[in-house]
């Protein structure tokens, strides 16, 4: 089960993973093999918890990545086009990368300056054949309001809370498109939204969960 799955590896975490059935397809398993957490994490990388990053932000647990990287597969296919809102360490910017394959596209977007500059350092040390190529973008910016320039995308993936509906997120998918989010305060909940080819919105709530709040950097930094 969740938070059982940590290993002395990057391999050996992404196996116990595949053990406890949180990540089933291969296309997601070959990425989360291919992106060695290590590289993003200087503490603790293959502890099945989320670990701090600074500034009031972490990279989300191990099983988080896995759900998210398992429910948007479909939507990260070979030339698509990704956004990771709150991309913070880079981690799960590059999973989605890999997927998407070398004529697709992950943009990440994150309002922190320290976490932008410290992402980008991380990919272009081990990964400088995807920056280079422009297979992955990394902004900075208010992911709230998404990131006009790259829309519309096939999926996007919130690496925070939000309070409410992410309005104009949604309004950012293609059609169709699909996105994992999770949304609440007090009390939060994965939601899946599936945007169909008509524009119409059905949404799916799959856990509950605690993430850091959405919000400003000046908030998110006091956390």
Same mark, same amino acid.
């Given at each position: 089960?969740?938070?059982t799955?940590?290993g002395?590896?990057?391999d050996?975490?992404?196996?116990?993973?595949?053990n406890?059935?949180?990540?089933?397809?291969?296309?997601?398993?070959?990425?989360?093999?291919?992106?060695d957490?290590a590289?993003?994490?200087?503490?603790?990388?293959?502890?099945?918890?989320?670990?701090?990053?600074?500034h009031?932000?972490?990279?989300?647990?191990?099983?988080?990545?896995?759900?998210?990287?398992?429910?948007?597969?479909?939507?990260?296919?070979?030339?698509?086009?990704?956004?990771?809102?709150?991309?913070?360490?880079?981690?799960?910017?590059a999973?989605?990368?890999?997927m998407?394959?070398?004529?697709?596209?992950?943009?990440?977007?994150?309002?922190?300056p320290?976490?932008? %500059?410290a992402?980008? $350092?991380?990919? &272009? !040390?081990?990964?400088?054949?995807w920056t280079?190529?422009?297979? #992955?973008?990394? /902004? =900075?910016?208010?992911?709230?309001?998404?990131?006009?320039?790259?829309?519309p995308?096939?999926?996007?993936?919130?690496?925070?809370?939000?309070?409410?509906?992410?309005?104009e997120?949604?309004s950012?998918?293609?059609?169709?498109?699909r996105m994992?989010?999770?949304?609440?305060?007090? %009390?939060?909940?994965? $939601?899946?939204? &599936? !945007?169909?080819?008509?524009?119409?919105?059905?949404?799916?709530? #799959?856990?509950? /969960? =605690?993430?850091?709040?959405?919000?400003?950097?000046e908030?998110?930094?006091?956390?």
């Open positions: 089960m969740a938070w799955c940590s002395k590896n990057n050996e975490l992404v196996t116990n993973l595949q406890e059935h949180i990540i089933t397809n291969e296309r997601v398993v070959a990425a989360m093999r291919k992106v957490r590289h993003f994490a200087d503490f603790q990388p293959y502890q099945d918890s989320p670990q701090s990053i600074g009031g932000a972490t990279i989300s647990a191990p099983h988080m990545h896995g759900y998210a990287l398992e429910h948007l597969e479909k939507y990260l296919q070979p030339g698509m086009k990704a956004l990771d809102v709150g991309s913070g360490s880079g981690y799960l910017t999973c989605m990368a890999a998407v394959g070398e004529n697709g596209r992950v943009v990440g977007i994150d309002h922190i320290e976490l932008v %500059k992402s980008q $350092v991380a990919l &272009d !040390k081990h990964y400088s054949q280079e190529s422009g297979r #992955i973008k990394i /902004v =900075l910016g208010d992911g709230r309001q998404g990131y006009m320039p790259d829309a995308y096939d999926c996007i993936h919130v690496g925070a809370a939000a309070p409410k509906k992410p309005e997120l949604l950012q998918l293609k059609l169709p498109g994992f989010a999770p949304v609440g305060t007090s %009390k939060q909940r994965i $939601v899946v939204y &599936d !945007k169909d080819a008509n524009g119409q919105i059905v949404q799916e709530k #799959i856990m509950g /969960v =605690l993430y850091v709040p959405l919000t400003d950097p908030t998110q930094r006091s956390q």
